[in-house]
């Protein structure tokens, strides 16, 4: 079974660019998550998805941060303008259903260095 | 949500058996334990997860205090490769949330 797929898996910017990130989560998988990891810390939740429907988005900052699951399949995550402080690894998770005690699927992450 | 407490960290032997604890004393009724853990340079992986037994599969065991408010990670023999951090997390089933908080770092010494 091929597991979430997320590129780039580096990306350096200088601040006030943007950049986007891609997730495939494992075939079939209703839920979608976007999570922050700052070195040091555990992973931040930013938006979680049930098909193509956000279900929460609480912790995005959206003022810089969109994303969208189009046909509730891929997703991407995007900066728009990046700041010194979004330095950070960006985990895409995806797990069979919503609302039940399924296990997440994590990929490997894309760290992203804005300078 | 619910909370966890975790040591920060926490160092074994090779070959030894290893406790990671976790508290959540707020725990309600309803909500799942769940373990899950990073190694380096990757995304997290699930470990194991239980509501009021304990439970076993091929990677640990999780040993659940009668009252819940407390959990216990059990790798039976660390192996270098088990050095990453773990996570504690309590899953509220209504809303399906899996919050992560900074986890135990385990550094396995050979």
């Known amino acids: 079974e091929a597991g979430v797929a997320q590129s780039p898996r580096y990306k350096i910017i200088e601040k006030r660019q943007s950049v986007a990130f891609w997730c495939n989560p494992i075939s079939g998988h209703a839920t979608l998550y976007w999570y922050q990891q700052i070195l040091g810390q555990g992973p931040k939740l930013l938006i979680q998805?049930?098909?193509?429907?956000?279900?929460?988005d609480s912790q995005l900052p959206k003022d810089r941060f969109s994303a969208e699951r189009l046909k509730g399949v891929d997703s991407t995550l995007k900066i728009q303008p990046a700041k010194l402080e979004d330095s950070a690894v960006y985990l895409c998770a995806s797990s069979p259903e919503f609302a039940t005690n399924e296990k997440l699927f994590f990929g490997s992450g894309t760290q992203l260095s804005v300078l | 949500d619910a909370k966890t407490t975790q040591p920060n960290s926490m160092e074994s032997n090779e070959e030894e058996p290893v406790h990671l604890p976790c508290n959540h004393s707020t725990i309600s009724g309803t909500d799942y334990i769940h373990w899950y853990r990073q190694l380096p340079s990757q995304g997290p992986e699930y470990v194991i997860h239980?509501?009021?037994s304990n439970v076993n599969n091929r990677m640990a065991s999780l040993a659940i205090a009668e009252d819940r408010k407390s959990s216990t990670l059990i790798l039976h023999r660390a192996t270098l490769r088990d050095a990453a951090v773990y996570y504690c997390i309590l899953r509220e089933t209504s809303y399906d949330k899996v919050i992560f908080g900074p986890g135990t770092s385990l550094s396995v010494i050979p």
């Open positions: 239980g509501l009021t």
């Open positions: 998805f049930q098909n193509n429907g956000v279900v929460d």
